[in-house]
């Protein structure tokens, strides 16, 4: 059986670690006690193999103002960080790879700046760039998740495929931060049907969810990101991140 890979979120806003209710800030956003790099320091310490940051000023003002944060943390850290928010163009694609991340995940920029994605794949390849699917009634939002495009998810990943996308991050955007179970089903449908590699966000509650997924890494969903369930202590995250690797949840 192949290992799934769980993924704590650090969520940034304002240089702070927050928590933020389906990606509105406006709508649910709770402040945690520990600076980002410090809390990047503890998941490492609870057995972390990779961080996922979410920059919600980026997201939403299309600001910069966090990469320091992030470069920080990339070089206090041995393990790998993914990093999403706030990439429009291919200067802002270096800017934050030179910050010392492993793999950005692009949303936005790959629907309205279609050239520059292809130059970031160009430069740093499918390994580096994936690509995050925020879904919401079957359609992609962007820009933080403030616009509905009208995109059918479906039908955008295949035209990813023919760009050499190996990866997608797919969140259900109803579920994100509402503790009400993930959509399971949507990450299956999207591993089925592009036969590429699928990172989950959003919904995972507790050991029975994260077994589910377990049983989802033959067909591709390898990974899932887990957020206000690990800060909230739902459930003891060293235990079931290292049996889940190990393929040995019971």
Known sequence: MNKLLVIPSIDIKEGKTVRVVQGIPELDCKEYGSNPVEMAKLWRKE????????????????????????????????????????IRNIDDVKNIMNCGIIRL???????ENR?????????????????????LDDELVIKGRKIKTGIHYLQFAKEMLELGIERFLVTDISKNGMMLGPN???????????????????????????????????IGVDSVIIGRA?????????????????????
């Not at 995940?105 to 629907?111: D, E, F, G, P």
């Not at 089925?192 to 033959?218: A, P, Y």
């Not at 690990?230 to 019971?250: D, H, M």
């Open 47 to 86: 057995n972390a193999k990779m961080i996922h940051v979410v920059d919600f000023d980026g997201a939403w003002e299309h600001s910069n103002k966090n990469f320091k944060v992030v470069e920080e943390m990339c070089s206090s850290i041995v393990i790998p960080v993914q990093f999403s928010g706030g």
């Open 105 to 111: 995940a692009i949303n936005t920029m790959a629907i």
């Open 115 to 135: 050239k520059d994605l292809i130059k970031a794949l160009d430069i740093y390849g499918p390994k580096k760039i994936v690509i995050a699917l925020d879904i």
């Open 184 to 218: 399971l089903a949507l990450s299956k449908e999207i591993a089925e049907q592009t036969k590429v590699k699928i990172t989950h966000s959003g919904g995972i509650r507790n050991k029975d969810e994260l077994m589910d997924f377990q049983n989802l890494c033959d």
């Open 230 to 250: 690990f800060y909230e202590n739902r459930f003891p995250c060293q235990k079931l991140w290292r049996v889940a690797e190990s393929g040995t949840i019971q």
